[in-house]
């Protein structure tokens, strides 16, 4: 089609609109996606960099094509966002575009006002804009009035579907898209919006999983690269292992001031953002909460101590909904510099067109989250900037990862990915146990009573949930029953127990996802904290809080309660800062790449090259480079250079065979455990001719990860992380490996020590 003729088949309503908006030509995305959705015939994923026209480029084509048939009733389009602050920014966008049309938009989401909600349920028509959660609220009280509602429904737009896939809100999505096309006997066209993937295809299982329905892949080239400035700048930290009241006649005498050295260490970060960030509108994206009140704490007095206006603003989860739209809507408007110190709250969502620059402190969780971070930058024409502020910690006994600068190597990795456009591929297909009750029992309560049969065709056989065999899906209605979740009818049907009652006339039902459960830490029946879990527990495990190193000596789920002892051993935090994403094996192999090439990115700062120099440095005397493990300072450590899964899994495999494993960023320590030791646990591990992955995870105790887990048995639970978190066959190949290098090229004991000085 030529590109003259496409702008010709809109609505004439729509070319108006873009004349209106001065729009010189349609953007190549939008002019590849209008023929493919006015056919109305095929799913279609639109796949391109943010700031691309991605949205116009569903809508355009799909508002053409309802007005070209306006005999059909009720709703015709339904829009899903993951972010209510998107739904708002959409509503505002095209309540603009169809100014000139008979065409109704609704946002309906927990913040409309039920006035809105009771209009569009007199007279539904348009196109409605919603959540997940809202959707499932329509599903469980409104199925009748959505059944003839959707009658008429000619598309369904999934914006940032990237942002579904492989979550308990992606599973929920699926099902309910599902069960829409069996309301209705149809399948209704789904138009999957995303970010660039490195290879698009891959998604379309995700956007109707289960289905040989045909989907069409329209993308656009990430160019957003091409027009990229990037910065790491290194810090160096000093951190230390102890309280100062632990410190003794013997304790060096800057160990004393722990607290005001990594203050000031922060304090220089903050300085730095503070200086190079004041005076234009930038995104400085966090891992914790923690650090994104810290820093814009830090710059908001900065802009105090200067007598200069203030422009620095957190932004994230905890904070009430008038204070995050208040900074939404001054970073919309761009009329004042403005600088949102925030964690993935900002990833996503309202369209911010004059954001100058990209700020990252840490590494990200994942190169697709950097991707997309970074796609908030850069817009049409401009330079797209992204600096990265990546401390490393150093102090007394540092594990192996600080002192090979991981931090740096990894940060370094990511971006090499990035420029490559390689990002990580969609995860395989999950369980999803807690999402899975959740859809039964709102199937459940949508028609009072379902058969068993029923349930299992709809959401496992036909839905989402496939890789759930009969068996399973018995044992998981097993489970639920024993909750009291569901009881079975004399009929043979089944409808909601007491407990499931209760459970799905609460409003928090609606949500597929929980924050994580809140665990008090106490030692000797005296309290010394609480954290966030959101990492798996065993007895003996050694953790950092508090500035010291704790042994897990008691642990209850139900009481939400970690007792521990005073341990010597190096331990690393309890909680891992709210990072979601699993390092890649893709990305571990990138970063022995780094090490082995040495050479040093012209992008780094001077700091951030001294941090790569002393870690290539030690990477070296360890010997790292042929071989997997060394006997260091600490005992033994192994270096698979694999994925978080990987090394999970080696990790549960030795600890079965009682050695004490525990991982430590790209590797394991193994404390004090004798070569001869490990060798004989690798050959009992390599000899066995089945590794049932549940009975590796049998200690674990805190198996509780997702919302509704509370009501499974064990079994599935241990089932359905073996399946999500595991990866046997790559790790027992891995010991293949590591058996042989032990036998033919043991490693030697190596004495290492950091020494650092700062840059010139």
């Known amino acids: 089609m030529e590109q003259k003729n496409t702008f010709e088949l809109l609505d004439r309503d729509l070319q108006k609109w873009i004349f209106r908006k001065g729009w010189k030509d349609l953007l190549p995305i939008q002019k590849a996606s209008v023929g493919p959705i006015l056919k109305c015939k095929d799913d279609i994923i639109i796949s391109a960099s943010t700031a691309s026209g991605k949205t116009e480029a569903a809508f355009l084509p799909a508002i053409t094509a309802i007005c070209k048939t306006p005999q059909k009733k009720g709703v015709r389009i339904l829009y899903i966002s993951p972010l209510k602050a998107l739904i708002n920014d959409q509503y505002r966008r095209l309540d603009e575009m169809t100014s000139g049309m008979a065409l109704k938009v609704t946002p309906w989401h927990g913040d409309v006002s039920a006035n809105k909600k009771e209009q569009i349920l007199r007279n539904p028509e348009g196109i409605i804009l919603t959540t997940p959660e809202s959707l499932e609220s329509m599903l469980i009280n409104h199925v009748n009035w959505l059944q003839k509602a959707f009658d008429g429904l000619d598309f369904i737009i999934i914006d940032e579907f990237h942002a579904f896939i492989g979550t308990a809100r992606g599973y929920q999505l699926q099902s309910q898209l599902h069960r829409i096309d069996n309301l209705v006997g149809r399948q209704v066209v789904r138009i999957g919006i995303s970010a660039t993937f490195a290879e698009a ?8 999983p289960n ?120 970073l919309q408007q761009g009329k004042v510099p403005t600088t949102a110190i925030c964690t993935a709250t900002l990833e996503l969502g309202i369209d911010i067109s004059n954001v100058q620059s990209i700020a990252q402190i840490d ?29 490393e910690y150093t102090g007394l006994r540092m594990p192996l990862c600080s002192i090979l600068s991981e931090n740096t190597v990894l940060s370094i990795a990511m971006i090499n990915l990035l420029l490559k456009r390689w990002y990580e591929p969609p995860y395989k297909q999950e369980y999803a146990f807690s999402t899975l009750l959740q859809q039964t029992l709102s199937v459940i309560a949508s028609y009072g009573s ?48 007491l407990e499931g009652e209760k459970l799905v006339s609460d409003w928090g039902f609606y949500a597929s996802f929980k924050t994580p459960d809140e665990y008090t830490i106490e030692a000797d029946n005296k309290k010394i904290g609480t954290v966030p879990l959101t990492r798996s527990l065993e007895i003996d495990d050694v953790f950092l809080f508090a500035g010291r190193g704790w042994k897990v000596v008691f642990f209850s789920e139900e009481r939400k309660l970690i007792g521990v002892k005073n341990s010597n051993l190096v331990a690393e935090p309890l909680m891992l800062y709210g990072s979601s994403g699993q390092i890649h094996d893709t990305i571990r192999e990138e970063m022995y790449k780094i090490y082995i090439q040495e050479e040093i990115p012209q992008f780094l700062n001077k700091q951030a090259k001294l941090n790569l120099t002393n870690g290539i440095k030690i990477f070296k005397s360890l010997g790292l480079k042929t071989h997997h493990i060394v006997n260091g300072p600490q005992g033994l450590a192994i270096f698979p250079w694999k994925g978080d899964c990987i090394l999970r899994t080696l990790m549960l495999l030795l600890k079965k065979e009682s050695i004490k494993a525990s991982i430590w960023g ?27 992955g549940t009975d590796l995870v049998s200690k674990i105790r805190n198996l509780n990860l997702e919302k509704n887990d509370e009501y499974l048995s064990v079994d599935l639970k241990r089932l359905s992380y073996a399946h999500s978190k595991l990866d046997i066959e790559g790790a027992c190949d891995f010991l293949k490996l590591l058996y042989k290098e032990i036998q033919e090229n043991p490693p030697k004991s190596v004495n290492i020590s950091w020494s650092t000085s700062s840059p010139s």
Do not use: W
């Open 211 to 330: 289905s040989y329905r045909h989907c069409e892949v329209i993308s656009q080239s990430d160019s957003g690269t091409d027009k990229l400035s990037i910065q790491i700048r290194g810090y160096e930290i000093k951190e230390y292992l102890h309280n100062t009241e632990d410190a003794t006649k013997d304790t060096p005498p800057d160990l004393k001031e722990e607290k005001k050295h990594i203050s000031q260490e922060f304090q220089t970060l903050s300085n730095d953002i503070f200086r190079l960030l004041r005076g234009a509108t930038n995104l400085v994206f966090c891992n914790s909460r923690f650090y994104t009140e810290a820093i814009a704490g830090i710059l908001q007095n900065l802009s105090v101590q200067y007598h200069v206006p203030n422009e620095f603003f957190p932004h994230h989860g905890s904070l009430s909904k008038d204070m995050r739209e208040s900074l939404e809507y001054r």
């Open 450 to 497: 379902v058969s068993a049969f029923a349930l299992y065709n709809l959401l496992c056989k036909t839905g989402p949930f496939s890789i759930c065999s009969a068996k399973v899906y018995s044992n998981f209605l097993r489970d639920l029953g024993n909750s009291d979740l569901i009881v079975q009818l004399n009929d043979g049907t089944l409808t909601l127990g």
């Open 363 to 391: 590494p990200p969780s994942t190169v697709s989250s950097l991707r997309q971070r970074l796609g908030r930058s850069g817009r049409r024409d401009h330079l797209a900037v992204l600096r990265l502020f990546i401390p």
């Open 666 to 692: 790209s590797h394991l320590e193994l404390g004090f455990t004798s070569l001869d030791s490990l060798k004989v646990a690798i050959f009992n591990l390599l000899d066995r001719k089945e590794i049932n």
């Open 201 to 208: 295809s891959g998604v379309i299982s995700h956007l109707r």
